[in-house]
């Protein structure tokens, strides 16, 4: 039992760990290579046209906001089995190898998926709707002279920074329990491997 315990915890931290890091790898990816590409998008050729960066910048939004819709799902369900599978685990752990620091790990990371999934971003795709709105309805000038001062743009950063922010709170969070729980289990080792010499000399 304890190890089929620990492969589901493992293959459950493992997939929530790659799901929270998915969106950012697919942003890392299309934003640097929309800056060289003619991407286009129906609907905001005007404001393309004024600022081909900012309007290369709005179609690979398009593009990986997708990736980040589908990853919310699928980690809000991964995080109650990988909590389950925890405790599992640490039930069927000896003594000597629980570490409340787990817990605590598993706690940040489940909190700021909620954080993230219920309040940063949608706090970022309403600012970003009214961004895309008034790039599609021929406001891309006043978009443009607001960029450094006020307005939707200005918004959209800041809500972008704070959702940002929020989801590298989760994937750090993952990482540190990880990192926690291979320590444990080498300790868990290395005593199963002391005390099998032990045995054996006496």
Known sequence: MQRIADTLFWTLIALWLA?????GIAAASIFPAARGLPLSLEGYEGFIAASPEQGRMLVAGHLAESVFAKTDGVRLLLAPLAVLALLAQVALAPRATRSGARFVWIAVAATALLVGTFWSQPAFTARDAEYRTAARTGRGTELLANATDSGPKLAVDAAHQRAS??????????????????????????????????????
Do not use: H, K
């Open 19 to 23: 799901f929270a890091l998915a969106g």
């Open 165 to 202: 922010w929020v989801a590298g709170t989760e994937a750090l969070a993952l990482l540190f329990l990880i990192a926690v729980s291979a320590w444990n289990a080498g300790g868990s080792s290395v005593r199963n491997y002391s005390s099998g010499r032990s045995w054996r000399r006496g």
